[in-house]
């Protein structure tokens, strides 16, 4: 019962290197979503996956890409790190029907851009 | 434009009484109203959630209330426990094409039980 599991739980990185955060599920979830934090904010949404093989920008992609190739996997890439790019990031999953249950989130990725 | 609103940033509340955490949204089209808590160091946790076509929604000691016409929705806690500090998210679930919905968040209450 590992859920969603994300990786690295910390990073800093230097600006203009790139990365990728990994997040896995094993609760067979089709949706599949990237959060970022900033400090006193709500989550914003980065992407987000319906299934294999489908993307699609949220409310902050610029900076970030995403690929789905399978149901469990879904990694964020960050190709040139930006300062403003420092935050904490959540992946997390959901049934497609069922919001009464809510999102399960993984417990972050802390990336701190020097 | 922040369309889910958490006006109060922290809340203190003495042990063993009710907590209140309000949330405002703009957007009618939100069909789901859910509440997360958030403890340091962690991912959020799903924790209650109402339909747009309730207006409330109980289980166990935390209920959630929704005033459609009003645009708001609030969580109580009874009894609170100091086990309930944490940051408490409002989340709302619109539909955003495709057959795919997005939740759009407040920005979080932190609330502090006092033993």
């Known amino acids: 019962n590992a859920g969603v599991t994300q990786t690295p739980k910390f990073r800093i990185l230097k600006i203009g290197q790139s990365m990728t955060l990994q997040c896995t599920q094993d609760?067979?979830?089709?949706?599949m979503y990237w959060y970022r934090q900033d400090p006193g904010m709500g989550l914003k949404l980065i992407y987000y996956?319906?299934?294999?093989?489908?993307?699609d920008k949220g409310e902050v992609p610029n900076g970030y890409n995403v690929s789905r190739s399978t149901t469990e996997d879904f990694p964020l890439r960050l190709e040139l790190a930006a300062p403003s790019q420092t935050s904490v990031y959540f992946c997390?999953?959901?049934?497609?029907?069922?919001?009464?249950?809510?999102?399960?989130f993984g417990s972050g990725t802390r990336l701190t851009v020097v | 434009d922040q369309q889910v609103k958490q006006n109060s940033p922290s809340l203190s509340v003495q042990e063993g009484r009710i907590s209140i955490l309000n949330c405002d949204y703009t957007?009618?089209?939100?069909?789901?109203f859910l509440w997360y808590k958030k403890y340091p160091a962690e991912g959020p946790t799903f924790l209650i959630s109402?339909?747009?076509?309730?207006d409330k929604n109980e289980d166990g000691r935390f209920t959630v209330f929704l005033n459609k016409s009003a645009k708001h929705l609030s969580l109580h806690i009874v009894p609170s426990q100091p086990g309930d500090s944490a940051v408490y998210f409002c989340?709302?679930?619109?539909?955003?094409?495709?057959?795919?919905?997005?939740?759009?968040f407040g920005k979080g209450t932190k609330l502090s039980v006092i033993p």
């Open positions: 957007n009618s089209m939100f069909d789901y």
């Open positions: 997390a999953s959901s049934y497609r029907r069922g919001p009464e249950y809510g999102y399960t």
């Open positions: 996956s319906v299934g294999a093989g489908i993307t």
């Open positions: 109402i339909s747009s076509i309730k």
């Open positions: 609760m067979n979830h089709n949706y």
């Open positions: 989340a709302a679930r619109g539909y955003s094409g495709a057959g795919s919905y997005q939740l759009t």
